[in-house]
């Protein structure tokens, strides 16, 4: 009997009304430390998918035990040594990249090229909910009808956190 091996793909993202992701040029316009540690906890030592823009600004953020992969048209930039790092040439390659490194989920982390590109190869998405309405130019591509909400939990605003925000769990359709 033939089994799956292949990694699970998770897209993991921070959306406000209307799928905002963010403003290319003053980037995310929300101040929300908690959906930051979310994202820390939940990517800690995990294999991450990124486009070149969004790894170029995350690039003083990744911590020895993740496992990053750049994706980059620019064949300078993916033959680029970066210790720790990989990078590749599309989505897909990416993906395969990562999967032959270490098993375990690949969570794919934007930006929005690369969450339009990836989505078609999510099996789960995590969602941040942001309530409100912000300006900008960067979006998450429309994900509702082929995937199923499977839990939502809300936070409200506090002294740290200026918005409410939920987080959801949203699972890829088997029909
Ligand atoms: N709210 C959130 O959760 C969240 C998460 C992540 C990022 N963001 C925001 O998203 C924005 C960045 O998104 P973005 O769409 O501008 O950039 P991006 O998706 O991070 O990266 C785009 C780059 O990916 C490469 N690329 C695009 N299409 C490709 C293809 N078909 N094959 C191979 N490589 C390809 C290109 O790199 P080269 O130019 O090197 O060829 C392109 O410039 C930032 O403002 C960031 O703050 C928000």
């Not at 912000?134 to 740290?160: H, Q």
Request: with cysteine; net charge neutral.
């Amino acid at each position: 009997m033939e089994t799956d091996t292949r990694d699970k793909v998770i897209g993991i993202a921070a959306m406000a009304d209307g799928h905002l992701l963010s403003d290319s040029r003053a980037g995310i316009p929300w101040e929300l430390p908690r959906d930051r540690t979310f994202f820390r906890n939940q990517t800690k030592g995990q294999k991450l998918l990124l486009g070149r823009v969004t790894y170029d600004e995350m690039r003083g953020w990744f911590q020895d035990d993740h496992l990053p992969c750049l994706v980059s048209r620019n064949s300078d930039t993916v033959s680029l040594e970066r210790a720790h790092h990989t990078a590749a040439s599309s989505v897909s390659a990416g993906i395969e990249r990562l999967n032959a490194l270490r098993s375990g989920p690949i969570y794919v982390c934007g930006g929005a090229k690369i969450y339009d590109l990836a989505l078609p190869l999510c099996d789960e998405l995590l969602l941040t909910r942001v309530n409100g309405r912000f300006d900008g130019d960067r979006f998450f591509p429309a994900w509702e009808s082929t995937f199923r909400l499977v839990s939502s939990e809300s936070f409200p605003p506090d002294k740290w956190n200026a918005c409410g925000m939920s987080i959801e769990k949203w699972v890829r359709n088997t029909h």
